[in-house]
Every structure is written in structure tokens, then in C-alpha cells.
């Protein structure tokens, strides 16, 4: 077993680990504290189905931010749906056999590709040339999206400049999944998209990257409008009419 | 007339280079030992200050889960960053939503989480020292809690909460603001925000009724306090005396005497707002309630109706049920609370009011949808009820009204830059500059329709407005009230 195998196979283990434990401790962190008083932005859904609506179109068209800078959404909306796309094609390097629907967006996600690095490209603009939106970045908002950048980057390289052993890889991916080590391929530009993501996974339950289960728990997107039918009362509230 | 520059008003707005720290310099007035403590706050800046308020931080993150989700998931895109009326009419950066928050979240950051416990410089993580609780006394009391961007963001983070849960922080470690503490001072002693006892308000109400008989020889009672009334009427008590409240007042109780139904004021709930929302004190904000549910029981009433006041109606709509609930010993026919424009709406839709649209005629109309009615609470079945209803209660009353641009009514609408707990004269400047993106629209409709008079349902706007709106050019009786237009058309005696 080669060192650089063995070095990436625990990375990616204690990458998802920390993915996975952080998201689940922030996500459970989020469920457990009360809203104590009714706040939708209104107007809102006055049922459930409505309220599960307006999330689906928040999630999956960004309302939201349409309404409010079209800028912002054609280049949020570019990198999001072109990284899912990445993401979707990717699905294939973990799946044996590979699943149809994966088969069959094959095809678009190198596209996506691209709209993902073009989204990126036009966010971080605004962030230095807007000067409203440069004013509120920190460090990390830019080094956020250049480690974006330089994942779709060298994504893409292995595409159009020097491919990598992708049968190898599959089977390394496979290997740490069920627990039967196979050896990676040790091309640096592999080795550095690889390192990329797994700093992304760690990164992610610490950073702004917390919007993404974030907004399922936001009190003014998600919750009913109905005051006046239903009494609402959050047990820390609740004490205080003893 | 002021010591600094009345924005210009521009044809088409534009949004505003960032000039830093223009409004540094503003700040209320802070509250006094004897306003603090009859909050149960401390009376001055307690010694271990800093401590006190990293524990009540810690406390209110684990108590709501706005502030815990929106802390975290700003992503700093700017979609906000252009919807503030404070940014458009001071141009001070800090007076963007997102760099509101971040005062706050600087300091959470750098005291609760990993990246800025460990890495401070990286995520603008700061300490809570004196230098950064000056700005927050600053610019949290530049934010008047009109949730605009709320609607804009696409996670719905809500400036309000966070300039709530500061505010609560600040009172906590005896940094309280003047205006809003003294107020509810006023209200656990006397029932309402100006401090106008029972026999004023009796006499005042006596008053009223002379001023309607004189004017069209119908006797119409503004009772309070009386027990067996089928409605309890809670209203702003700027309608007592203010204008153009008072005209609003009027028109209520000529709306009452037309349905023939008896309603009483409480000299108990004197007040409908309920200034405990705008300090972030749910305790406060309670206690306050819990007064309107004493006179309601008190008074043996069926229905409990809300007058012309916007955070009042947040309060009253969307917390009351929660804050002094259930209701269960009123009338089920109808919601609780309702408000009085719903109630006039339904005699309207039954044609049971006659309006003489031409008693209007001297005015050409728009309406002002207040921030909190519009993006914090409904009126009728259907969303969006808040602003059907009170444009057909105007519409019904006259015949002259055309709204301002869309991108700044309905859910869109500009604050009238004096909500949240910042309508005091010590923060002159920033209400006038705040005011700027209203007034803009309002020129917009004064050249294109020759609108004359702005209608409003809020007790806040309609003092702000009377009293910003010459700076710009406009009468300060330009603002009117919707329940004065209904006032005015209203045929006494016609329907029997």
C-alpha cells in the first residue's frame, strides 16, 4: 500500500466523518431550539403544503434572490445547479453498477461544468467590484470561492488536459467503502482535486456553507401563517405561565 | 432647518456609493437608572459587562432558532445590501442588512464558533469590546425592524431578529435606549405610552363625541371601560390627541355607531403597540400583552379589534394568541384579535355602510403600506389580505387613488423611516434621511397623478411622516389616516 493511498484513504474517512458529524450536530442543534413566536415573512403559506411549496421554489429557483438582484441569481443559480450537475455525474465513480439516471446526465455534467466555474467566476467579481458587496467580504468569503474555483479547475483539466487513471480511482473510492483498500492513482493533478474536496467536506460544518441546511430551518420561510387559528407556544415560553 | 443635508430626491433612484461611517455619530439618548430598572434591567453599564453579555448571547442563541439559523447562514452575497432605506438615505455601509448583522456576528462568531475562536483574522471575528458595543448601540438603533430584507434574502434572514436579540443584549448589561424603555415604563403605570390617565382620557374622549356632534348632529359615543360591550377596542393612544390619529379615532367609532354594535375602549389596555418587541424582550413584551387580556376579561367583552397601528399589529396578529392566550373566552365566530380594517371591509362588503365618495373629493389619494402590516401579518382568509383590504376601505371612501411604483408597496414597501422603536427627536437626522426612498415614490405619483394626500394605518408613520415630510417639500397634513377618509364619507343615520 502506497503512502499517498494510504494518506487520501484516511483523509476521506475523517472527511466524512467530520461532514457528516458536524452537519448533524449543527442540524439537530437547529431542530432543537425553539421558535417561540410565529415570524414568516408575509405574505405567507396558511398551510403546510404551502409552506412546502414556497420552500421547493426557494431551493430549487432561488425566489428569493430573483426578486432581488438578478446578477446575484444568474450566477448563484449557475454554480449551484452546475455543481449539483458535477456532483450528480460524479455519482458514477461510487456506484457499481452505475446507476441510469447518473448514465444518463453524463453528458450535461461537463457542460455543468463549466456553468459552475462561470458562476464563480461572476460572484467573485461582484465581490471586488461591487463595492457594497466588497465592503462586507472577509478573507474567507474570497478564500471560499477560490477553493471552489480550483475545484472545478482542476476537475475540469483532468477532462481537457491529462486525463487520470478513472478506473483506478473508482476502484479506490469503492475500496474505502467497503473497507477494502485498492491503491490511488497518483497523478498531482488528481491528488490535488481530491485534497480540495476533502477540505471543502471538513470546512463545511464550520463555514458559511451552513446555509444549505440552514435555510430549511429558517422560521420566516418555513413556518405557517396562522396566528390567530393556532395558538403557538415554545416550552421556555410556555414556563413563564406557571 | 437642519445642521445636515436633506437627501436629494432622484427620478429614477439610484443605489448609492458607500460612504463610511457618515452615521456613526447617531445615537439615542440612553435610558436613565429609573427607566432601566422598572424594566428589570440594570440601572448602568454593569462591571463584568463583557461576560454578562456573552452569557446572554449564549442564552437567546439557544432560545431562538432565527437568530441560531440566520448567524450562521449568511453567505454574504449581497442581495440585501441595496434594500435598506437607512443605506439608501445615509449611504453608511453599516446600514446595509448584512453589515448590520455582522456586528453582531463578528462577535458570536469569535466567542461560539470554531473558525472564529481559532482563526479570528480570517472570518472578521472580533471581541465584544467597547469600540464594537458603541457601534451596536449605534446602528441597532439605525434599524427599525421592517424585515425589507427578509423578503430579499434567499435564506429569509431577517435583520429585526438580530437587531432585537442586540438590543436585549445591551439591556441586559444596562445599556438601554431612553425612548422605548421609558415608554414601557409608562405603560405598567399609567396603560398607555403617553401617560394619559384615566380622567384625561375620559375627558379627551368627551371631547370627541362634542366634536362629532357639532360637526353632523349625530351623537356618537367613544365609550371606555365599560363592562358588557360586545367589542373591546385597543388602539394606539396617539389616537387619543395626535393628527391626523385622532380623525382615525373618529372614524372608527362613526363605523361602531352605523353597525350598531357597542364597543368600549380600556383604560387598562390604553396602548396597542407594544414597544416590548421593539427591545427584544419577549418578558416585556408579555407583560404588556397580558394587559389586553386583564381588560378583555374585566370588561366581559365578545371580540377584541385592533385600531390603525402597524408594529401593534404584528404584536397583535401574529404574538397575542401566543403572549396571553388562548382566547378561548371570547366569541369563536370571530378571529382573535381582528383589525378594525377587516371589520369595516366585512360592513362594506355587506353593503352595510353608506359612503359618500365625494366627501373626498378635495384629495387625490396613495396608500402607505406600513412595514410590519405588509411583511409581518395578514387581514382577512387570504394571503395578502393586508393590502387588499385596506385599498378597498379607500377605494370605497373615494374617488381619486393611484398607488406608488410597485418596487415600493404590498410586501416591497419602504419603512417611513421612524419604526422600531426610533421615532424620537433625538434621532432626527436618521429619520429624515430614512424617509428618502418613500418620499421618492411619493414625488413619483404627486407629478404623475397629481396625488395630493398618502394614507397610512400606522400610528408611527403618521407621526413620522407629519412631522418628516416638510423636509422634503410636502405638508405636513398631506399624511392622512384611512379610517379620516371613511370618517369623512360616512352617511350618519342611514342605515338602520
Known amino acids: ?232 407556544l415554545a416550552p421556555w415560553a410556555a414556563e413563564l405561565e406557571k | 432647518m437642519a445642521d445636515y443635508e436633506i437627501p436629494e430626491m432622484k ?132 434599524c427599525s425592524q421592517c424585515r425589507r430584507c427578509s423578503v430579499y434574502c434567499p435564506y429569509g434572514i431577517d435583520t429585526a431578529e438580530i437587531s432585537m436579540a442586540a438590543r436585549e443584549v445591551m439591556d441586559s448589561i444596562g445599556v438601554g435606549q431612553k425612548y422605548c424603555n421609558e415608554i414601557i415604563g409608562k405603560v405598567y403605570k399609567i396603560g398607555n405610552n403617553l401617560g394619559l390617565p384615566e380622567p384625561a382620557l375620559v375627558d379627551t374622549l368627551e371631547g370627541l363625541e362634542e366634536d362629532i356632534e357639532d360637526e353632523t348632529g349625530v351623537k356618537v359615543r367613544l365609550p371606555v371601560d365599560e363592562k358588557g360591550a360586545d367589542v373591546l377596542v385597543v388602539t394606539p393612544s396617539a389616537d387619543f390627541f395626535a393628527e391626523p390619529h385622532v380623525d382615525g379615532l373618529m372614524g372608527y367609532a362613526k363605523v361602531f355607531h352605523e353597525a350598531g354594535i357597542s364597543w368600549t375602549l380600556s383604560s387598562h389596555a390604553s396602548e396597542a403597540a407594544n414597544f416590548g418587541m421593539f427591545i427584544g424582550s419577549y418578558e416585556n413584551m408579555r407583560k404588556v400583552s397580558m394587559r389586553i387580556r386583564e381588560a378583555a376579561l374585566d370588561l366581559g367583552v365578545k371580540r377584541i379589534i385592533f385600531g390603525e397601528c402597524g408594529h401593534a399589529w404584528r404584536v397583535a396578529y401574529s404574538f397575542l394568541n401566543t403572549l396571553a392566550g388562548p382566547f378561548d373566552f371570547l366569541d369563536p365566530k370571530y378571529p382573535v384579535p381582528q383589525h378594525i380594517m377587516e371589520f369595516t371591509y366585512d360592513l362594506i362588503q355587506r353593503d352595510a355602510l353608506t359612503l359618500d365618495k365625494s366627501a373626498n373629493d378635495d384629495m387625490v389619494l396613495t396608500y402607505h403600506d406600513s412595514c410590519n402590516v405588509a411583511r409581518a401579518s395578514r387581514m382577512g382568509p387570504m394571503p395578502g389580505g393586508q393590502f387588499i383590504l385596506p385599498r378597498e376601505v379607500i377605494k370605497a371612501s373615494c374617488n381619486h387613488f393611484y398607488d406608488m411604483p410597485q418596487d415600493t408597496i404590498h410586501e416591497a414597501t419602504y419603512c417611513c423611516g421612524g419604526g422600531g422603536g426610533l421615532l424620537t427627536d433625538d434621532l432626527m437626522e436618521l429619520r429624515v434621511k430614512g424617509a428618502l426612498p418613500r418620499m421618492e415614490a411619493l414625488k413619483h405619483v404627486v407629478e404623475e397623478h397629481g396625488v395630493t394626500h398618502m394614507a397610512a394605518i400606522c400610528a408611527i408613520c403618521k407621526s413620522q411622516f407629519a412631522k418628516v415630510m416638510p423636509y422634503y417639500g410636502f405638508q405636513m397634513d398631506s399624511i392622512v389616516s384611512v379610517h379620516q377618509l371613511v370618517s369623512n364619507a360616512i352617511v350618519l343615520g342611514n342605515k338602520q
Not at chain 1, 456553468?115 to 463595492?131: E, H, N, Q, S
Not at chain 2, 442581495?79 to 448584512?98: E, F, I, R, S, W
Open chain 1, 1 to 232: 500500500m502506497s503512502f499517498w493511498t494510504i494518506v487520501y484513504a484516511l483523509l476521506f474517512y475523517v472527511a466524512t466523518a467530520l461532514l457528516v458529524g458536524g452537519l448533524a450536530y449543527k442540524i439537530r442543534k437547529y431542530a432543537k431550539t425553539p421558535a417561540p413566536l410565529k415570524i414568516p415573512t408575509t405574505p405567507a403559506p396558511v398551510t403546510r403544503q404551502g409552506v412546502v411549496l414556497r420552500m421547493f421554489r426557494e431551493v430549487a429557483f432561488f425566489e428569493s434572490l430573483f426578486r432581488s438582484n438578478k446578477w446575484i441569481w444568474i450566477f448563484g443559480y449557475l454554480f449551484h445547479f452546475g455543481m449539483f450537475l458535477v456532483l450528480a455525474r460524479h455519482m458514477r465513480y461510487f456506484t457499481n453498477p452505475v446507476w441510469t439516471w447518473v448514465e444518463l446526465i453524463q453528458p450535461f455534467g461537463l457542460y455543468a461544468a463549466f456553468a459552475m466555474a462561470a458562476g464563480l467566476a461572476g460572484l467573485w467579481a461582484r465581490r471586488v467590484l461591487v463595492d457594497r458587496v466588497r465592503y462586507i467580504s472577509a478573507l474567507s468569503d474570497h478564500l471560499m470561492l477560490a477553493l471552489l474555483m480550483a475545484i472545478a479547475l482542476t476537475g475540469l483539466s483532468m477532462d481537457y488536459i491529462t486525463h487520470t487513471d478513472i478506473v483506478a480511482l473508482k476502484a479506490f473510492f469503492l475500496g474505502l467503502m467497503y473497507f477494502n483498500w485498492q491503491p490511488i492513482p497518483e497523478d498531482p493533478l488528481l491528488l490535488i482535486h481530491l485534497a480540495l474536496v476533502a477540505s471543502l467536506m471538513i470546512i463545511f460544518p464550520v463555514s458559511k456553507l451552513l446555509h444549505a441546511p440552514g435555510v430549511f430551518f429558517s422560521p420566516t420561510r418555513n413556518q405557517v401563517d396562522n396566528p390567530r387559528e393556532q395558538r403557538h
Open chain 2, 11 to 142: 427620478e429614477i433612484p439610484i443605489i448609492p456609493k458607500v460612504h463610511e461611517g457618515v452615521m456613526a455619530h447617531s445615537k439615542p439618548f440612553v435610558a436613565k437608572e429609573e427607566f432601566q430598572e422598572q424594566l428589570g434591567f440594570p440601572g448602568e453599564l454593569v462591571d463584568n459587562w463583557q461576560q454578562v453579555a456573552y452569557d446572554k448571547m449564549e442564552e437567546l442563541n439557544g432560545k431562538y432558532r432565527s437568530l441560531a439559523v440566520f448567524l450562521d447562514a449568511c453567505v454574504k452575497c449581497g442581495a440585501c445590501t441595496d434594500k435598506c432605506h437607512y443605506y439608501l438615505g445615509t449611504t453608511d455601509p453599516k446600514n446595509m442588512p448584512v453589515a448590520r448583522q455582522d456586528l453582531y456576528r463578528k462577535v458570536y462568531r469569535r466567542k461560539f464558533t470554531f473558525a472564529g475562536k481559532y482563526f479570528p483574522k480570517l472570518v472578521g471575528a472580533v471581541d465584544l469590546t467597547k469600540e464594537v458595543l458603541d457601534d451596536w448601540y449605534s446602528y441597532f438603533h439605525q
